[in-house]
């Protein structure tokens, strides 16, 4: 029972590059996130999955699109990197989201956009 | 809207005392409130949270918290520090999507 798995761990980019951050869980969950963490910030919301086929913004959803695949997998993608995206993504998961269940994180992925 | 706020930064105590750390939210309607803790390198995981009934919440490795509706407050406890809780903690709010702290870093020192 691997919990959350994100791939890649680390990716240096450059800007314009494009690139997608893989997400994947073996809990059964319903409900998936992608999050952003940054120094003095905390975690913010960029998307996320309430269940199988639906996604939704959150709080800072610009630059950024992402994919269910699947119930287990869930991507994120950016079409154009700039530097401001120089951060740690993290993807989570839950039971459901309209439910107050805990979340589950993966590692993370830290991404540097030159 | 909803907001979570962790007043500081930096905690620092030493082994065997008791630690406090603070948040504070800011919602309309009733919050579902939680603690995560994050390793170096890890990603974060889930302490304790509170949803109704009883205000003090016991959650993993001995921490606590307590829930006050009149001051917005749910400030994470335990009553004697270890070493091994250097890291740093999370406060989150849920009451449409979750909204994090910024981060207290906790150092406790043998």
């Known amino acids: 029972n691997a919990g959350v798995t994100q791939t890649p761990k680390f990716q240096v980019l450059k800007t314009g590059q494009s690139m997608t951050l893989q997400c994947a869980q073996d809990?059964?969950?319903?409900?998936m996130y992608w999050y952003r963490q940054d120094p003095g910030m905390g975690l913010r919301l960029i998307y996320y999955?309430?269940?199988?086929?639906?996604?939704d913004k959150g709080e800072v959803p610009n630059g950024y699109n992402v994919s269910r695949l699947n119930k287990r997998e869930f991507s994120l993608r950016l079409e154009s990197a700039a530097p401001p995206q120089t951060s740690v993504y993290f993807c989570a998961s839950s039971e459901w989201a309209s439910d107050p269940n805990e979340q589950f994180f993966g590692p993370g992925t830290r991404l540097t956009v030159l | 809207a909803q907001s979570v706020a962790q007043p500081e930064d930096q905690v620092n105590v030493a082994e065997g005392n008791p630690l406090t750390v603070k948040c504070t939210y800011s919602v309309s309607g009733n919050p579902y409130l939680f603690w995560y803790v994050q390793y170096p390198n890890r990603g974060l995981q889930f302490l304790l949270k509170y949803i109704t009934g009883d205000n003090l919440v016991k959650g993993s490795y001995g921490f606590e918290a307590e829930f006050n509706k009149s001051q917005t407050s749910f400030h994470l406890k335990k009553p004697s520090a270890l070493v091994s809780d250097s890291a740093l903690y999370f406060c989150a709010v849920r009451v449409n999507d979750m909204r994090f702290g910024a981060g207290t870093r906790l150092t406790v020192k043998p």
């Open positions: 999955s309430a269940s199988e086929g639906t996604t």
């Open positions: 809990m059964n969950h319903n409900s």
